[in-house]
């Protein structure tokens, strides 16, 4: 079964860091383009952040960049989200997704996405 | 990478059908045909309905039908059933980003 398994969500103080994970299994994430998505308590989805397959292609939502990383480690199937500079704006669920399969959802659609994790930002 | 706009709420018998409008600017919706809508009910991950303006994923009911005219993309349910009631949301591609509508509410009355 294919599945992604966001962690380290939590409660930080606004100025704080947060690092998130998203561990892939049942299909060959090394082959895969991922996204992280996220969504305000009662707000719509917004899209934070990509990396291709080899982590060679980024790029960011403006709300986010310069403040944001995002990273993977294919041979630990994982995708990494580096939050820092946290503000109360951030406070959401994060969703990772992929881009695929390519005969599912072509080639810029989000085709799988994982359960989520919650950041909250507050003192 | 403003949000699209998409209409907060609609509404339809079962059986009816409902269009969900989905409005973005030539940088995005009216510049790419890489429009895709998802669903999502309460508490659970999106799921895709359409991708590429009007594709169907594989075990996604044909009631789903999108379109785009212009700057603006549309998500159609025909045949409208108690299951589908939930928030949708478009998404374009901006080739440099992805860009999320607000999202619409489908009320099954």
């Known amino acids: 079964e294919v599945q992604l398994v966001e962690s380290g969500g939590g409660l930080v103080q606004p100025g704080g860091s947060l690092r998130l994970s998203c561990v892939g299994s049942g299909f060959t994430f090394r082959s895969y383009e991922m996204n992280w998505v996220r969504q305000a308590p009662g707000k719509g989805l917004e899209w934070v952040s990509y990396?291709?397959?080899?982590?060679?292609?980024?790029y960011y939502a403006d709300s986010v960049k310069g403040r944001f990383t995002i990273s993977r480690d294919n041979a630990e199937s994982s995708l990494y989200l580096q939050m820092n500079s946290l503000r109360a704006e951030d406070t959401a669920v994060y969703f990772c997704?992929?881009?695929?399969?390519?005969?599912?959802?072509?080639?810029?659609?989000?085709?799988?996405w994982g359960q989520g994790t919650l950041v909250t930002v507050s003192s | 990478q403003s949000a699209l706009t998409q209409p907060r709420s609609v509404s339809g018998s079962p059986g009816q059908s409902v269009t969900i409008s989905c409005t973005g600017t030539?940088?995005?919706?009216?510049?790419?045909?890489?429009v895709s809508w998802y669903q999502q009910h309460p508490g659970k991950a999106p799921r895709l309905m359409i991708y590429d303006v009007s594709k169907w994923p594989s075990g996604v009911p044909d009631r789903f039908s999108g379109s785009k005219s212009g700057n603006t993309a549309y998500l159609t349910i025909s045949g409208l059933q108690a299951e589908d009631e939930a928030d949708y949301y478009c998404?374009?591609?901006?080739?440099?980003?992805?860009?999320f509508g607000g999202g619409t509410k489908v009320t099954v009355l």
């Open positions: 030539s940088s995005d919706v009216g510049g790419y045909n890489f």
């Open positions: 990396i291709s397959s080899s982590g060679g292609t980024i």
């Open positions: 998404c374009s591609y901006g080739g440099t980003y992805w860009v």
């Open positions: 997704a992929f881009i695929g399969p390519y005969d599912f959802s072509g080639f810029y659609s989000l085709g799988k």
